[in-house]
């Protein structure tokens, strides 16, 4: 990851992404490329052309905020984009402050105990995505993952490395292109994380499909949703999940996982609970 590369391709990513009728701007047909051009994106910003051209070159030093919001509004950025774009001129500063150099990997023995008492799935993990710890109904929830012969557990590492990804996560597609999404938007946040660096680093040698997605420069937050699993002991679990931060350890957080009241996921995971109460029936 080069934070000055990366603020020059997303730039041209997100500008490719707008129409001139969703900018406002006469579209005569005489366009080579699709979406916007640089030009344009410099009005729509109140810049000149150069100015921006240099800022799609990734020469950031010095960008002030007002221009970076003029820009996000130009390029009609989301939340989570408009954070990236500060995120990134941030770390393509040559002045800007260092980062930590790692995520963390340890969990607490009271964030430990926390999770023993509660009694929906909960799993803590890192930056990365890092399986750090969970309660029992959670390491059950996510057995394929734990057990994956790639190790260490890590969301990304299963979904993108382990043939079983497809069958535990029936909505892979759309899945594998959030996770990326939020993975882009913590290496923005945190460009010099390490352990960040070297996932990104191995998904893209070893797949193509982590590689397309991560050329496409999207970028989410990921802080609550649902998802499906295919489970290979109860079936189809419908879940809804919230993350929190844990904010006395940096990059740590929990998630928690529910099913609808009355739902055949909410009977699914009650069964999950039996099997997990008693392990000697198995």
Not at 55 to 71: C, D, F, N
Not at 83 to 107: D, M
Not at 222 to 233: D, E
Request: charged share 25%; hydrophobic share 40%.
């Amino acid at each position: 990851m080069n934070a000055t590369n990366d603020i020059a391709e997303f730039l041209a990513s997100r500008r490719a992404r707008v129409t001139p009728e969703q900018a406002g701007l006469p579209n005569r047909g005489d366009r080579r490329v699709p979406g916007l051009r640089r030009e344009e994106v410099a009005s729509l910003a109140g810049v000149s052309a150069d100015y921006y051209r240099r800022l799609e070159r990734g020469q950031v030093a010095g960008v002030s905020e007002l221009v970076l919001e003029a820009l996000a509004r130009a390029l009609q950025l989301d939340e989570a984009e408009q954070t990236h774009l500060f995120n990134l001129a941030r770390a393509a500063n040559p002045v800007a402050a260092r980062g930590v150099g790692s995520a963390n990997a340890r969990v607490r023995p009271i964030v430990h105990r926390f999770l023993d008492q509660i009694e929906a799935p909960a799993i803590v993990d890192n930056r990365p995505g890092d399986l750090l710890a969970a309660n029992a109904l959670g390491r059950a929830l996510y057995a394929p993952m734990f057990e994956s012969s790639e190790q260490p557990a890590n969301t990304a590492r299963f979904t993108f490395l382990d043939p079983m990804a497809t069958e535990f996560f029936p909505d892979w597609d759309h899945l594998a292109t959030g996770l990326v999404a939020s993975l882009r938007s913590k290496a923005g946040q945190h460009p010099h994380d390490r352990s960040l660096q070297d996932l990104v680093r191995e998904l893209s040698e070893r797949s193509e499909a982590f590689r397309v997605r991560w050329a496409a420069h999207d970028v989410r937050f990921h802080r609550t949703g649902s998802k499906r699993l295919m489970h290979p002991v109860v079936g189809e679990v419908q879940l809804s999940y919230e993350t929190l931060t844990l904010d006395a350890d940096d990059g740590l957080r929990l998630a928690l996982y529910t099913t609808a009241p009355g739902s055949r996921s909410e009977d699914a995971l009650q069964l999950l609970a039996s099997w997990v109460a008693a392990p000697n029936d198995r």
